[in-house]
């Protein structure tokens, strides 16, 4: 398996344009996470979703972030309109956990995003 | 979940034993000790995780306290490599995620 495949690598992309980022995570796997890092805020949790379905999205930090999972194979995130403050680094992390504590998940290598 | 506490940096010579520390208090008896790690600009990487019994794998050790409060994470012969920073998670069977801030181990040769 190729692992959790992010794309693009680096966004860059001018303030209020909209910017979608893509996930393909493990083939099996039933939990997916999206993620945004940062230096000033480190590695937070915004949405996760089980069985294609969002369980928690307490962490997307308002309206202009919106994340979907139409099928098992596939996941956007979403900025419109985009800020600089939205400058960071998105990480997509999927995982077999179905309901258990038991499973590790897999990260991809990120989406840089830059919006100037 | 349970919370965890790390401490925010520690350094080790190349060739010797990384013990890194985790305090979990909270835990409660279905949550899991996981442990991963990020290398500079790289995805986290898982490296082993428990329950109640301790765990080896080709990556490392995981020693946790009989009361479950607290465990150690060992590298037994860290290279320069494994400078990262460390993540030590509680998970409940909900599966969430919640990173903290982490160790930041410098390996020194």
């Known amino acids: 398996d190729a692992g959790v495949i992010q794309s693009p690598r680096h966004e860059v992309t001018e303030m209020g344009q909209e910017v979608t980022l893509r996930c393909k995570p493990i083939?099996?796997?039933?939990?997916l996470f999206w993620y945004r890092q940062t230096m000033m805020r480190g590695l937070e949790l915004l949405i996760y979703?089980?069985?294609?379905?969002?369980?928690?999205d307490s962490g997307m930090p308002e309206d202009r972030f919106s994340a979907k999972m139409p099928n098992a194979s596939f996941s956007t995130l979403k900025i419109q309109p985009s800020e600089p403050r939205d400058s960071a680094v998105y990480f997509c992390?999927?995982?077999?956990?179905?309901?258990?504590?038991?499973?590790?998940?897999?990260f991809g290598q990120g989406t840089r995003l830059t919006v100037v | 979940d349970a919370k965890t506490t790390q401490p925010t940096s520690m350094d080790c010579a190349e060739g010797r034993a990384a013990n890194l520390p985790c305090n979990h208090s909270?835990?409660?008896?279905?949550?899991?000790v996981y442990w991963y790690r990020q290398i500079h600009s790289q995805g986290p990487q898982y490296i082993i995780h428990?329950?109640?019994n301790n765990e080896t794998n080709e990556m490392a050790s995981l020693i946790i306290t009989e009361d479950r409060k607290s465990s150690t994470l060992i590298l037994p012969h860290a290279t320069l490599r494994d400078t990262a920073v460390y993540y030590c998670?509680?998970?409940?069977?909900?599966?969430?995620?919640?990173f903290g801030q982490g160790t930041t181990l410098q390996v020194k040769p």
């Open positions: 083939s099996g796997h039933n939990s």
């Open positions: 998670i509680v998970i409940s069977n909900t599966g969430k995620l919640i």
């Open positions: 979703f089980n069985n294609n379905v969002p369980i928690d």
């Open positions: 909270t835990i409660s008896g279905n949550e899991y």
């Open positions: 428990g329950l109640k």
């Open positions: 992390a999927s995982s077999g956990t179905g309901g258990s504590g038991n499973t590790e998940a897999f």
